[in-house]
């Protein structure tokens, strides 16, 4: 087997991999706090889950401006 097989090879497997864009993984991000907080408000508040809120609605925030950032960007 020659070397350039064995690099055709991998370039096809590494081209199965689904590998994510920055702005995937931050929508992919967001969704998952958004599930987080709509659990977390289905219970009843505590001081530690006041605080979890809280940052989860910060990161959002901090999330989405970097999308619209992004955005602008192109």
Do not use: H
């Amino acid at each position: 087997m020659g070397l350039s097989q064995f690099l055709n090879g991998l370039g096809y497997l590494f081209g199965k991999i689904p590998i994510q864009g920055r702005r995937e993984r931050w929508k992919n991000e967001i969704a998952a706090l958004k599930k987080e907080k709509d659990t977390l408000l289905l219970e009843e508040c505590d001081d530690k889950k006041s605080r979890r809120l809280l940052f989860i609605n910060n990161r959002i925030d901090v999330l989405n401006r970097m999308l619209e950032n992004a955005s602008d960007a192109n």
